[in-house]
């Protein structure tokens, strides 16, 4: 009768092994707790990994529709060509729909945006209130242009991320954030 393979490890290294094997899956599941995709590297890879996950919504908005509701009644021209200017505009919210989603939500997901936004040097704007709860805008700036504006909260049970593309001069950020409200996006979250 051949003994098993275990009998044959010596004594102290069958005690080390155990806990060896033990951590080895609580690292494993921990890891995939919260995606089983990798991290993000930019913004739009940001948007582009979670648009089709559960609980998250991706829309691209109309850009022309926009900037001619955000224009109507205005006649700030510094806000107008900060309107023409914008190439691509994306919102993306997420609600948890289980716990493994939420766990997301209270670990993960803007911890892997602030990451991206660190990485590719993004600048914060103060312009908003900075009450908690309130969005957090961030710019990407190149050769005094500003190309991106980010911005994000995590609202309650909820997150938001939008996202501006285009080509901006920092006065002409300030007129649009000044322009527009972030809380007319708050119905997205639901």
Not at 31 to 39: A, E, F, R, Y
Not at 162 to 167: A, F, I, K, S, T
Request: charged share 20%; hydrophobic share 40%; net charge positive.
């Amino acid at each position: 009768m051949t003994q098993p393979i275990l009998y044959h490890i010596p004594r102290r290294l069958h005690r080390l092994l155990i806990p060896l094997l033990f951590l080895a899956v609580m690292a494993v599941q921990s890891c995939s707790s919260t995606s089983n995709l990798p991290p993000a590297q930019t913004t739009t890879d940001f948007f582009q990994k979670y648009r089709d996950q559960a609980g998250f919504k991706g829309t691209s908005l109309p850009v022309g529709l926009v900037t001619r509701y955000l224009s109507s009644g205005t006649t700030d021209s510094t806000l107008k060509a900060a309107l023409a200017n914008i190439s691509s505009i994306r919102v993306l919210t997420f609600t948890p729909t289980n716990r493994k989603s939420q766990k997301l939500l209270e670990k993960g997901l803007t911890q892997e945006l602030d990451q991206v936004l660190q990485k590719e040097s993004y600048a914060n704007l103060p312009l908003l209130d900075e009450a908690a709860g309130a969005l957090q805008f961030k710019m990407r700036q190149a050769n005094n242009q500003v190309q991106e504006l980010v911005g994000y909260r995590k609202y309650g049970n909820n997150f938001l991320m939008l996202q501006v593309n285009g080509r901006f001069t920092r006065q002409q950020v300030e007129e649009l954030l000044k322009k527009v409200d972030p809380d007319l996006l708050l119905p997205l979250l639901t």
